[in-house]
C-alpha cells in the first residue's frame, strides 16, 4: 500500500509496534508529487501512523522518505505485545512466547515481578526487539482494551463478533470433586440442574444423602461465561475462588463439593466421569476434545481487533499454526491443534452408538452403507459445525478449514481419499435429515475450495451424508442435538491414478 493507497484508506491503524514521541513528520513519496505532514504515532518497521489533517493514516513505508526529528531511525523497532484477558489460560503465554523466540533464533528473556513480563532480544547485539505482558481483565474489559488500541491481543475461550480469532490449543472442561467422592459419574443433566440449582442434595441424582456444595470461579470470569454458554445459567457459587489451582485445591478438600475446571487444572481433586442423557461415556480425550464431540471441549483464541497489526505480533500469530507451537501448547498442559488420527474400528463406542441411538426412520441398510465406507477408514480430528441457526462456520471450524487446506497442498494425503461425513441430529423425518446432513457436507467441501482456489478436483474430499444414522449423543438435549450436526473428516486408501477426480455427491 503507497501514500496514494494510504489516503484512500482513511483508516484508523492498529496500534504500531513502536510507540514515538508524538512530534511532527513530513512523509515524502519517494516517485514524487504527495506531501504528507502530522504527527507520528508509530512505526512497525514497515508502516508509518500519522495524524495528519486527513485523519489517522497508515502509510506504507517503502514508498516515503520521513522528514523530521520524530523519524525512527530504519532498524528494526522495539515493539509492544499486549495480552490482556483470561488468567486461567495464561499459562500458555511464556512457553509459546519462548518457543517463538527460539525458532526465529532469537533470545527470551523473562521478567521479574507480579504477572507475566518477558523480552525478545537480538542475540547479537542484545537489542530488545519485543516487550510481552500479560494483564488478566473481565472480558469485556479486555474486549474494551483490544478494542480501544491499549492492548493488542484478547486470550479467550470463545470468539467475539467484531474480532479476528486466532486458535492456540484446546482444553476441555470438566466436573471435578473430591477423591472420596464416592458418586461414579454424572449426566449433563443432572451437572446443568446442579449448576442451575435445581439439585441441592446429591441424593437427588442418585448419591448419599449430603447437601452438594457448588464451588466455581467469579461469574464475570472467562472460564464462567464459556459454561454458561454451554449448559445454561448457574446459581451463585456457594463458595467462589479466584482462580483453578484455589478451586480443585479446594473441592478436593470437600468429599460433598462439585465445580467445573479446565481439564488441565484438575490436581489434586479428581475428574467425575460425564455421560450423555442416555448413559452413553462421553470421554475428555484428545481426539473428542480436538473434534469437538465432548460437549464442554474449550477452544482456546487470540483475538485481534480487525486492522493492521505491528509486524511482530503478525508473526507470532502465523508461529501459532506451526508444529514448535503445538509442542509449546502440550509442554503447557493444554491440548495442541495438530490434527489427530484414530482408525475408526478403534472407536467401537460410536458403532454401539449408533445402533442403540438409531431411531426407527434409520435403516439396516443405512448402517451397512455406514460401516461400509466407514471400514478401513481413518478419522481425522477436523470436525466441522457451524454457528447456531447459521450456515457460517464456528470460528475453530474456520480455523481447521485452513489448516485442512494446507495439508492438502503440501501433499499429506497422497494415495488416499479424503471423504466429508455429514451428519444431522434425529429431529424430524429421516429423510429430510438425510438431505440436511449432505448439505451440510457439500457447504464444507465449498469453503474449502473458496479457501485454496489452487486444489484440484482430484485433491477435493468427496461428501457423503448419514443423517442421523450415527449420534454422538442423545438428542434429549440441546447439547446432544449440537453435538450431532457436524461434518467429520474421514481418510480411506485409494490409489486412483493421478487426475482421476473424485465423484461427489450432489447436494439436495
Known amino acids: ?74 532498524v528494526a523497532p522495539r515493539a509492544q505485545i499486549r495480552v490482556v484477558g483470561a488468567p486461567d489460560a495464561a499459562a500458555l503465554l511464556p512457553t509459546l512466547f519462548q518457543a517463538f523466540a527460539e525458532a526465529r533464533g532469537l533470545i527470551y528473556e523473562p521478567q521479574a515481578g507480579d504477572g507475566f513480563a518477558a523480552r525478545i532480544l537480538d542475540p547479537a547485539t542484545r537489542q530488545v526487539l519485543a516487550d510481552l505482558s500479560f494483564q ?23 470468539s467475539e463478533p467484531g474480532f479476528a480469532a486466532h486458535s492456540i490449543a484446546m482444553d476441555g472442561m470438566v466436573a471435578i470433586v473430591a477423591p472420596d467422592n464416592p458418586m461414579p459419574a454424572i449426566s449433563t443433566i ?28 467469579a461469574p464475570d ?8 454458554a454451554r449448559l445454561g445459567q448457574s446459581r451463585p457459587a456457594d463458595v467462589e475462588h479466584s482462580d483453578l489451582a484455589s478451586l480443585a485445591k479446594a473441592v478436593a478438600r470437600d468429599p460433598w463439593a462439585i465445580a467445573i475446571s479446565g481439564r488441565s487444572a484438575i490436581v489434586p481433586a ?34 485481534s481487533a480487525k486492522r493492521r497489526l505491528p509486524l511482530l505480533t503478525r508473526e507470532f500469530l502465523a508461529f501459532l499454526r506451526t508444529p514448535a507451537s503445538d509442542a509449546a501448547v502440550t509442554a503447557a498442559g493444554f491440548i495442541d491443534r495438530s490434527p489427530a488420527r484414530q482408525p475408526m474400528t478403534a472407536d467401537g463406542l460410536r458403532l454401539i452408538n449408533a445402533i442403540k441411538g438409531a431411531g426407527e426412520d434409520v435403516t439396516l441398510e443405512e448402517l451397512k452403507r455406514l460401516a461400509g465406507i466407514m471400514d478401513g477408514a ?93 449420534p454422538m449423543a442423545c438428542d434429549e438435549t440441546p447439547v446432544g442435538r449440537q453435538l450431532n450436526r457436524r461434518v467429520e473428516l474421514w481418510v480411506v486408501p485409494d490409489f486412483t491414478p493421478t487426475g482421476t477426480a473424485p465423484v461427489m455427491a450432489p447436494a439436495p
Open 136 to 158: 488478566p481483565l473481565p472480558p469485556e474489559a479486555a474486549s474494551a482494551a483490544v478494542s480501544s488500541g491499549s492492548a493488542d491481543l484478547k486470550l479467550s475461550f470463545d
Open 378 to 470: 481413518d478419522r481425522l480430528s477436523f470436525t466441522f459445525r457451524f454457528e447456531d441457526g447459521s450456515s457460517t462456520l464456528d470460528a475453530t471450524s474456520q480455523d481447521s478449514l485452513e489448516d485442512l487446506a494446507q495439508l492438502i497442498a503440501a501433499g499429506q494425503f497422497r494415495d488416499q481419499k479424503l471423504v466429508l461425513a455429514g451428519f444431522s441430529d434425529g429431529s424430524g423425518a429421516a429423510e429430510a435429515n438425510l438431505a440436511l446432513s449432505i448439505d451440510r457436507a457439500a457447504r464444507v467441501a465449498q469453503e474449502l475450495a473458496a479457501v485454496a482456489p489452487d486444489l484440484s478436483p482430484a485433491q477435493m474430499p468427496v461428501v457423503e451424508g448419514f443423517g442421523e444414522a450415527l
Open 221 to 228: 470470569s472467562d472460564l464462567q461465561q464459556a459454561l454458561v
Open 270 to 303: 479428581r475428574r467425575m466421569p460425564l455421560t450423555d442423557s442416555c448413559g452413553f461415556p462421553l470421554l475428555p480425550n484428545s481426539l473428542a476434545i480436538k473434534a469437538g464431540d465432548y460437549p464442554l471441549s474449550l477452544p482456546v483464541f487470540l483475538l
Open 190 to 217: 443432572d451437572l446443568a440442574r446442579v449448576l442451575a440449582g435445581e439439585v441441592d442434595n446429591w441424593a437427588q441424582i442418585g448419591g448419599p444423602d449430603m447437601p452438594v456444595v457448588l464451588h466455581a470461579l
Open 1 to 74: 500500500m503507497g501514500v496514494k493507497a494510504g489516503l484512500a484508506a482513511l483508516c484508523v491503524a492498529a496500534t504500531l509496534g513502536v510507540s514515538v514521541a508524538a512530534q511532527d513528520v513530513t512523509l515524502v513519496a519517494r516517485e514524487g508529487g504527495i506531501v504528507l505532514s502530522g504527527t507520528l504515532q508509530g512505526y512497525d518497521g514497515e508502516f508509518y501512523r500519522i495524524d495528519t489533517s486527513y485523519g489517522l493514516l497508515t502509510v506504507d513505508g517503502q514508498g516515503v522518505i520521513c522528514e523530521g526529528p520524530a523519524c525512527p531511525e530504519l
